[in-house]
């Protein structure tokens, strides 16, 4: 029988799957920890893992994602960047988590023509409860 929810997806196949091996790799090049699994079921979170990764993306405050960081700021452009997406998609799934209330657009300290993306509050403690 499959699992009709994520939360019942995670009991039934990822944590026994972590439990073994200690981590899961969960989709190409994403890798969760059993506690990040495990998190991310408690928090009943519905995002997806593009949306996930846009989070962390966005969060990104040191060189993450293989390049050295000389920006303080993040943009649209520097998501689809750090993920090697295109910009359109970095820009649609961005402003879904707008819309969910994850990330804000402010603008730029460095150039007021420019908007930069922010974590929320909320989107700031569902990335630091899944990176734990």
Known sequence: MFATNFTDFVEEFLMPMANRVGMMVVDEGDILTAGGILAWADLGLTLDL???????????????????????????????????????????????????????RAVSQQDARRSVLELTEEGARLVSAVRT
């Open 50 to 104: 593009a949306q996930l990764d846009v989070l962390m993306a966005v969060r990104a405050p040191e060189a993450e994602f293989g390049t050295p960081c000389d920006q303080t700021e993040t943009m649209v452009s520097t998501v689809a960047s750090r993920l090697g997406i295109d910009p359109s998609r970095a820009s649609r799934v961005t402003s879904d988590l707008i819309r969910q209330g994850l990330v804000r």
